[in-house]
């Protein structure tokens, strides 16, 4: 299940009385969000590097800046070791780029 970039959402206050219109927006608004938490998106590792930051995260990958569609790569390297916490995966280039995790 994706959770990436998704919120909960801010459910109508219903109404004294049952009311269908009210009904077919509550349940179109709960199907949308379980859509979106059903969408299986670019979830892979529990650590992101962003720019210079290392960060506790569910997603490895970030939308291509230039490229539509397209997803960059965003793991902390063997020279962050230092910045990474016990657990947290990071990518060993000088052992032909194989992912490790931090023991």
């Known amino acids: 299940m994706s959770a ?3 919120r909960a959402p801010n459910l109508p206050l219903p109404p004294e009385e049952y009311d269908r219109q009210y009904m077919d927006k ?3 608004t709960l199907r949308l969000y379980f859509n979106q938490l059903d ?3 670019p979830i892979a590792a ?3 590097i962003n720019g210079t930051d290392i960060v506790a995260a569910l ?4 939308p ?3 490229v539509p569609n397209t997803f960059i790569l965003s793991l902390p390297t063997q020279a962050d070791t230092a910045n990474l916490r016990v657990g947290d995966i990071y990518y060993d280039t000088t052992a032909s780029n194989v992912l490790k995790i931090k023991t």
């Open 46 to 48: 529990a650590t992101e």
């Open 59 to 62: 997603s490895f990958v970030r």
């Open 64 to 66: 291509s800046p230039t």
């Open 4 to 6: 990436k970039n998704v």
């Open 39 to 41: 969408n299986v998106g």
């Open 26 to 28: 509550l349940l179109a």
